[in-house]
């Protein structure tokens, strides 16, 4: 028997609002409400039309009409806060599908940051509160665990271990698979229980990235296809892992391209033609056993043709940013002051660092598109300036206490 | 002065639509020579609407001076790449108006400025910086009245040496030209002397001025009330010596962490500052506010414990009067015009990126001696007015019409 695991990644950041030298001292409101590109309810009003609410309905019909079919989601705390503020009838939503029953909710960080790199201690509590929030919300106890952005080498695979997840998810990067298959169960080198599930990035990015593109000599994609590759793939394999962000479906990938109707279709012939099973992410880290131990030592991700972590920390700007941020962790939290410690926290959200992005290529181009900044400079600027204020603001709490 | 002469003027740019001090000079100047009496026609290079003729008289707040625009594509500050971009951007709405490279432009924009002359009554053609030298020359052919070249920064100051010949071919004609030479101090008097071949009893130095405001500086300082603030202000380009400024900033940071650097100004260079802030690893220390102007500058000015003029190679250097008149403590390149008009300043090499530091930390760390130096220095500010720059200009207007 094989299986497919489905797993979609939604989030929205708090961008920040264009932020002037003389704002600090006196405006610590860093998140853009009106100015248009930058106005983040706009953003999530537009997104939640064109995606979340009708991808929910159309995986909540799926999860009816086939008792076979499974989906895991992650939603970071982030995007969790947008949506209860501005459009409750989402959470609504995805609580329906929730109660199907047949939905997975993996835990992650709850401000989508980069703390697993710079900060085991926020790295953990961020996990916690993410975790709070899921129970709270959707009334749900998570199991498995997802970092931002896929970001994972052995450390990580440890550290989340010892927090008691069962299963990780990661990206399938070729150079420390050497040769073997994506699509079996790894054990992360130097851990015990928890199991590796790979992402198989040929087949998710063929959905997430190429359905629409009209140069890639596969267009259009077809349900059909689509299929006949699982099929192909599958000889030799435990689990297809397709890992995309939920966005995919009609925001990055627009309903016209037919990405719906793809949606749709292709579980559905699953189901009717072939031996697959859909199984959630922590099901499928039960059902097999690992068929090798993995040693990633190196930060990997899902970003750009490197996979690595050069997206968001590779030129000296984003290093100095997340250098200044992380050298006010200590202080922020010293200060008890709630306010204070979210503004922080929103600030280690992983955009910001990818708006600072100056590669050149067609990553460039995605960085382009996803960034309400004029440019690299300026995503920084703005940043480092609003990083003063807070500075101003911690030094300010920490006289008076 | 017998009879008040009429003054054609051209220049680049003014208040509040500039981009540099050269604005703010012509500014001065025109205000000052106006209050005493000179009938002045001032004309600047400015896009103009293509059903517009070719001219459009501005409102500047100028009190007797009229203020015309002629369209041309001519923007202070700009190179041969800048010019370009910008005609590119244009030439689909405007095609074969405008010059299809800086130097056609500036020629085209002197025939221009020539057959505004024609239009005015005037003694005498005073004009300013290469980019207008041409409508000087040419209004000179066409009236035969004398012609004062005004030099504020010649191509040396502005490329360390590596010239645009072009401009250079420019600045030479219209200084050669020119009946009197005015230069901005004796540092660019000597310059213009050296690398421009004119004679030095032709050049007359007039010193700049600065409108002295009522600067209140605040008793809590409601940004930073934690930190020493240094301050640069001026446009990025190699001129200003703003990558000595962050070299200077390096340094003093290991011994007064608690300080922050504002740099104010736009230029080529932001994008590269901004990196090489962050390469020397001090970017958390440095903020980079863009082109300020008006009340937010003034605020600048006030809040600055120490104001810092690294320019290579400055002709007068306004910022650093500017810094003055907010009596805050100053440094100022050895290589500037404003180091002859102010002696109550901390004057330093460009290229001594310690001794900068050092005297920065001076500053930060006695305030009593530096302010006490700043107060003096208020006092000399005090005597650099624009009217008694006018007063200068005018004598060396009677000198060249009688």
């Not at chain 1, 169960?185 to 928890?194: E, G, R």
């Not at chain 2, 650093?320 to 009596?327: F, G, I, N, P, T």
């Not at chain 2, 901390?346 to 990126?353: A, H, P």
Request: with cysteine; charged share 25%; glycine share 4%.
């Amino acid at each position: 028997m094989s299986s497919i695991a489905l797993y979609f990644h939604v989030h929205q950041p708090f961008r920040i609002k264009n932020y002037s030298f003389f704002s600090v001292g006196s405006d610590s409101n860093y998140y853009s409400t009106k100015s248009s590109k930058l106005d983040n309810k706009k953003i999530l009003e537009k997104v939640v039309s064109k995606c979340y609410l009708p991808t929910n309905k159309l995986l909540l019909d799926l999860l009816k009409q086939h008792p076979d079919f499974k989906v895991s989601f992650s939603l970071s705390g982030l995007v969790i806060e947008q949506l209860t503020q501005y459009a409750p009838e989402v959470i609504d939503s995805f609580k329906e599908l929730v109660n199907t029953g047949k939905v997975e909710i993996l835990s992650e960080t709850y401000y989508h940051s980069l703390s697993s790199i710079y900060s085991k201690e926020e790295f953990i509590s961020q996990i916690q509160l993410h975790r709070k929030l899921i129970k709270e919300t959707f009334a749900y106890e998570t199991t498995s665990f997802r970092n931002t952005e896929l970001i994972y080498n052995n450390e990580i695979a440890k550290t989340v271990e010892d927090l008691g997840f069962k299963a990780v998810v990661a990206e399938g990067v070729d150079k420390y698979l050497s040769g073997r298959s994506p699509n079996f169960l790894y054990q992360p080198k130097d851990t015990k229980k928890i199991k590796l599930l790979l992402k198989n990035y040929q087949l998710s990015d063929d959905i997430a990235f190429r359905f629409s593109d009209r140069s890639w000599s596969q267009w259009p994609l077809t349900a059909d296809k689509f299929v006949d590759w699982i099929k192909t793939v599958g000889k030799d394999a435990d689990t297809i892992n397709l890992f995309m962000d939920y966005e995919t479906f009609g925001e990055h990938q627009w309903k016209e391209t037919g990405i719906f109707d793809f949606l749709f279709e292709f579980p559905q012939q699953i189901m009717q033609n072939t031996d697959f099973k859909f199984l959630t992410v922590a099901e499928t880290a039960t059902v097999y056993k690992p068929v090798d131990t993995i040693d990633i030592r190196e930060f990997t991700s899902w970003s750009d043709t490197e996979r690595d972590v050069s997206a968001w920390l590779s030129n000296p700007m984003q290093l100095s940013a997340i250098k200044t941020l992380y050298e006010l962790e200590g202080d922020v939290l010293e200060t008890n002051d709630d306010a204070l410690i979210q503004d922080w926290r929103r600030l280690t959200t992983s955009d910001h660092f990818y708006y600072m992005s100056i590669k050149e290529s067609a990553d460039g181009q995605v960085h382009k598109y996803f960034s309400p900044n004029e440019n690299a400079y300026e995503a920084f600027t703005n940043f480092m300036t609003i990083l003063h204020d807070l500075r101003q603001r911690v030094y300010t709490k920490i006289e008076r206490n | 002065m017998h009879k008040k002469p009429k003054v054609l003027m051209f220049g680049w740019e003014l208040p509040p639509y500039n981009t540099g001090g050269l604005g703010v000079a012509c500014y001065g100047m025109a205000k000052g020579l106006s209050l005493q009496g000179i009938p002045l026609a001032f004309a600047l290079p400015k896009r103009l609407s293509i059903h517009v003729p070719f001219m459009e008289i501005l409102s500047h707040g100028l009190q007797g001076v009229e203020v015309t625009a002629i369209n041309s594509l001519l923007k202070a500050y700009t190179h041969e790449e800048s010019y370009t971009q910008y005609y590119e951007e244009v030439k689909e709405i405007s095609p074969n108006y405008y010059g299809d490279s800086l130097y056609d432009e500036t020629l085209r924009f002197g025939e221009m400025g020539a057959l505004w002359s024609k239009q005015q009554d005037h003694d005498l053609i005073h004009t300013h910086d290469w980019l207008t030298y041409q409508a000087g020359i040419k209004a000179k052919a066409v009236s035969g009245k004398p012609l004062i070249a005004h030099i504020h920064a010649t191509e040396y100051d502005r490329t360390g040496g590596a010239v645009n010949t072009q401009i250079a071919e420019i600045e030479y004609q219209g200084l050669n030209q020119a009946d009197k030479v005015i230069a901005v101090s004796h540092y660019t008097k000597k310059i213009v002397n050296k690398y421009y071949s004119v004679p030095l009893e032709k050049i007359h130095v007039v010193h700049n001025g600065v409108d002295l405001v009522d600067f209140k500086p605040q008793k809590i300082r409601k940004i930073f009330p934690h930190d020493n603030i240094v301050l640069f202000v001026g446009r990025l380009t190699f001129q200003k010596g703003v990558e000595y400024f962050l070299e200077s900033a390096k340094k003093v940071l290991k011994t007064n962490p608690n300080t922050v650097f504002v740099i104010v100004g736009n230029g080529d260079l932001y994008q590269k500052l901004i990196m090489k802030a962050a390469l020397l690893d001090i970017a958390d220390r440095v903020i980079f506010t863009g082109f300020l102007q008006g009340d937010q500058l003034k605020a600048c000015y006030e809040m600055a414990d120490a104001f810092v003029m690294p320019s290579v190679s400055e002709p007068y250097g306004i910022v650093a009067l500017e810094a003055l008149a907010a009596k805050t403590p100053t440094i100022i390149s050895k290589q500037s015009g404003v180091s002859e008009s102010i002696s109550h300043a901390l004057k330093v090499d460009f290229w001594d990126t310690a001794k900068m530091a050092e005297m920065i930390t001076t500053i930060l760390d006695y305030p009593k001696i530096a302010n006490k130096m700043a107060s003096q220095a208020l006092r000399e500010t005090q005597n650099l007015t624009w009217e008694k720059t006018a007063d200068k200009i005018m004598s060396v207007y009677d000198m060249t019409l009688n």
